[in-house]
Nanobody, 121 residues
Framework: VQLQASGGGLVQAGGSLRLSCAAS????????MGWFRQAPGKEREFVGA????????NYADSVKGRFTISRDNAKNTVYLQMNSLKPEDTAVYYC???????????????WGQGTLVTVSS
């Protein structure tokens, strides 16, 4: 599986962005998809994940109520809608695929290249 994340950019605090992650291959719907982020000097942290069908999601407390993950299996794409962005959301955002919803990076097998989100105050 190859993953390609896009949609990052510069946004003011309180604004919104939608990230996309396009996957290659015909088995996209068999993978749980996760989003992680990594700020400069910090460890990669869990943002959220979505089940194979899209019926279940799980979010980090820091983004719950502001971020929404969705997927379109027909388009082999997962999305991260980010609203009410804060400067502390500034990071490189990565998508990843794996067999189950877990919150640690080691639980995911394939990773996209990352897309930078910068939130100005």
């Amino acid at each position: 599986v190859q993953l390609q994340a896009s949609g990052g950019g510069l946004v003011q605090a309180g604004g919104s962005l939608r990230l996309s992650c396009a996957a290659s291959g015909r088995t996209f719907s068999s993978y749980v998809m996760g989003w992680f982020r990594q700020a400069p000097g910090k460890e990669r942290e869990f943002v959220g994940a979505i089940s194979r069908s899209g019926s279940m999601t799980n979010y980090a407390d820091s983004v719950k109520g502001r971020f929404t993950i969705s997927r379109d299996n027909a388009k082999n794409t997962v999305y991260l809608q980010m609203n009410s962005l804060k400067p502390e959301d500034t990071a490189v955002y990565y998508c990843a695929s794996g067999p189950r919803i877990v919150r640690w990076p080691g639980g995911y097998d394939y990773w996209g290249q990352g897309t930078l989100v910068t939130v100005s105050s």
